[in-house]
């Protein structure tokens, strides 16, 4: 069984960084995608990015292109969220998500396809 436990979530100032990480355990191999979603209440959940385990390869959405990074650390099953430059838009829960197997793109997976598993959330919070 594939679990994701989100952690880092936390309250940071406007222009602050913060990185949130997320552990996959249950994979037998490193053929999948990870990533982040959030979702603020009253509105869609919106993908964030996106790691492609079996090659590196890595997708943005517009909104965070530029000033969030995603890594990761194959030996600990780890992702890392490094958030730079944060602003109150950018308040949310924030949910690891995590494919089956290797998707199509890494930008479809950001738009919500291949999904299969999902964490529990975590809070960011941001003020202005």
């Known amino acids: 069984e594939v679990q994701l436990v989100e952690s880092g979530g936390g309250l940071v100032q406007a222009g602050d960084s913060l990185t949130v990480s997320c552990a996959a355990f249950?994979?037998?191999?490193?053929?999948?995608?990870i990533g982040w979603f959030r979702q603020v209440p009253g509105k869609e959940r919106e993908g964030v990015a996106c790691?492609?385990?079996?090659?590196?390869?890595?997708y943005y959405a517009d909104s965070v292109r530029g000033r969030f990074t995603l890594s990761g650390d194959k030996a600990a099953n780890t992702v890392y969220l490094r958030m730079n430059s944060l602003g109150p838009d950018d308040t949310a829960v924030y949910y690891c998500?995590?494919?089956?197997?290797?998707?199509?793109?890494?930008?479809?997976?950001?738009?919500?396809?291949?999904?299969?598993?999902w964490g529990k959330g975590i809070r960011v919070t941001v003020s202005s």
């Open positions: 998500a995590a494919s089956a197997g290797v998707v199509a793109s890494t930008e479809s997976f950001v738009l919500g396809y291949g999904v299969d598993y």
């Open positions: 790691l492609q385990v079996t090659d590196g390869s890595t």
């Open positions: 249950g994979f037998t191999s490193d053929h999948y995608a």
